[in-house]
Every structure is written in structure tokens, then in C-alpha cells.
């Protein structure tokens, strides 16, 4: 009989909000809200949990190591792609501490490489192809390290990511190297972001080296944008034109279509690519 943790998710993002846009980010769970049960017992058993033998192993210079289930047949995955996950993480004792079925989700959409969770999730994955089947074991210094996070996972607490790459996902539109993904949309909102109106949204951004630079989420401070106003990175622009109210996407902006060699304050390197995770909540005529 195993205790599983169940978040009630605090609503901070679309990390947390959006049920199609990012996994599960526990630093921004607030865990006075955490309730733990026991499970008597599943009905069915989880496609994560059926036994399977081993076929393959790896082990990395950094402690991580990878188990294979089942190899896919599909292509090896790369910096910046968009893949479809069904995944767990469970610590050494058996506790499980995220997963998509605690959101009640098939799947999850991840990006490789902002560090939409801890950096050994972006340097496993990379040894992976879609359809692989594994078992990661992620030591503590690349999971949540010292700080843990308080009441749910502990200071040091080594990871275990079991996780299916289901499909890797094509972008809904591309523009100038900029890729946008919308994965929620309200059909009946017709009102599209362009010329003689303005956008309000909120988002995260991160880059390679600095995960969440911006937050308006957190900060309850949305964007608010036209398309004629200066200073805002060409990407962007480009990236939500046709956007609609109720829209959630994410977003990926190279560098030549955002700061450039330049970088931006001590936030953004040189040379450094965007991720902007983002809810649209509303598009307003002029």
C-alpha cells in the first residue's frame, strides 16, 4: 500500500492553470494545500506501472541513469522540441510527488530545454526518442537539490522519472524562426491580435540559463501590447499575431528574434533563445 501525494495545484501560471501547457511545477505549489491520502488499490493499472523487463541501460558521468522498457521508433529528441509526455516522479521510498495523472491529464506537453523542471529532466530526455518507454533515475543535486521543497519533497531527495514520449508535436504556426503551439482555444472568440487593437496576457519566460525571469503570473501584473509599441522583441509580435482571447501556447523565440548578441540586462544572455508560456486574456478592438 503506497501513499500518493495529491496536490491541490495553487493556480499560479499556466504551468499550473492550463491542463494542455507545461508539467507540473512544484515550486509554485503552495503545500499548505497538500493532502495526502492512502490508495487501497487501483482499478486499472497504469500504463506507467505495468511491469515490463528491461531492454536497455545507461548510465551518464553525472549520476543519471536510464532504464529502457521499450524503444521507440521515432526521432531522437533535440533543444527547443515540444513532445507529448505521460510521466510520474516518485522519490527512493515509493512516494509520488508529480505526474499527469495527479492533474488528471493523459499527457504533457514539455519543451526541452527552458527548464520547465529540474535540469536532469532536460539532459535525460535528450538521450530519448519518441516512443521510448524509461525509467530515469535523477540524483539529488540535478532534482531539487538542498532545498527540496518544504512538506513535500525532501533536502536531498534523489528522483525517479518513469515516463512514455508519446508524439512529438508540430507547431500550430511558425513565423521569421518563431514557433507557436496554442493548445487551448475558444473557437468562438473571433477578435484576432493585429493591426488597430491591443493584446493583454499573461505569461512565464525563461531561457537556457535562467528558468521564470519573468513571472506576471505570480507578479499579478499582465501585458498589455500593440502591435505598433516600441520595445518589445520582435518575436513576440510576431509570435501572437492571430492570438485570440482564451488562447494558451507557448512560444519559441531564437535570439535573433529577441535580444540578440546584445542579451538583455543580467536576464537574458547574448545569443540566448526564448520561451514564453503564455495566457491570452483578452484582445480588445480600437
Known amino acids: 500500500m503506497k501513499k500518493i501525494i495529491t496536490v491541490l495545484f495553487a493556480f499560479v501560471g499556466i504551468m499550473l492553470t492550463s491542463c494542455d501547457t507545461s508539467v507540473v511545477d512544484k515550486e509554485d505549489v503552495d503545500v499548505s494545500n497538500v493532502e495526502k491520502e492512502e490508495v487501497q ?20 558521468d553525472n549520476g543519471i541513469k536510464i532504464k529502457w522498457f521499450e524503444h521507440g521508433n521515432g526521432e531522437k529528441l533535440a533543444y527547443a522540441d515540444l513532445v507529448a509526455i505521460d510521466y510520474k516522479v516518485l522519490l527512493d521510498d515509493g512516494t509520488i510527488v508529480d505526474g499527469n ?62 515516463v512514455r514520449v508519446l508524439d512529438k508535436i508540430k507547431p500550430t504556426r511558425e513565423i521569421d524562426g518563431c514557433k507557436v503551439w496554442v493548445f487551448e482555444e475558444n473557437k ?26 519573468i513571472n506576471t503570473f505570480r507578479q499579478s501584473k499582465p501585458f498589455t501590447l500593440k502591435l505598433e509599441d516600441y520595445g518589445t522583441i520582435p518575436g513576440l509580435k510576431k509570435a501572437l ?24 540586462l543580467d536576464l537574458v544572455k547574448p545569443n540566448e533563445d526564448l520561451m514564453y508560456n503564455i495566457l491570452v486574456s483578452n484582445v480588445i478592438k480600437e
Open 41 to 60: 488499490g487501483d482499478s486499472e493499472i497504469n500504463a506507467l506501472d505495468q511491469i515490463q523487463e528491461v531492454s536497455d541501460m545507461l548510465s551518464l
Open 101 to 162: 495523472e495527479l492533474l488528471k491529464k493523459e499527457s504533457i506537453p514539455y519543451i526541452l530545454g527552458f527548464g520547465m523542471q529540474t535540469k536532469g529532466w532536460d539532459i535525460a530526455l535528450k538521450e530519448l526518442t519518441v516512443g521510448d518507454f524509461a525509467e530515469i533515475y535523477i540524483p539529488s543535486n540535478l532534482a531539487r537539490g538542498e532545498k527540496g521543497i518544504p512538506g513535500l519533497i525532501p533536502a536531498n531527495a534523489n528522483n525517479t522519472l518513469k
Open 188 to 213: 468562438s472568440n473571433t477578435e484576432l491580435f493585429g493591426e488597430g487593437n491591443q493584446i493583454e496576457f499573461d505569461c512565464i519566460a525563461s531561457t537556457p540559463s535562467k528558468r521564470d525571469y
Open 241 to 264: 499575431i492571430n492570438a485570440k482571447r482564451a488562447d494558451r501556447m507557448i512560444v519559441y523565440i531564437p535570439s535573433s528574434e529577441a535580444y540578440g548578441t546584445k542579451g538583455y
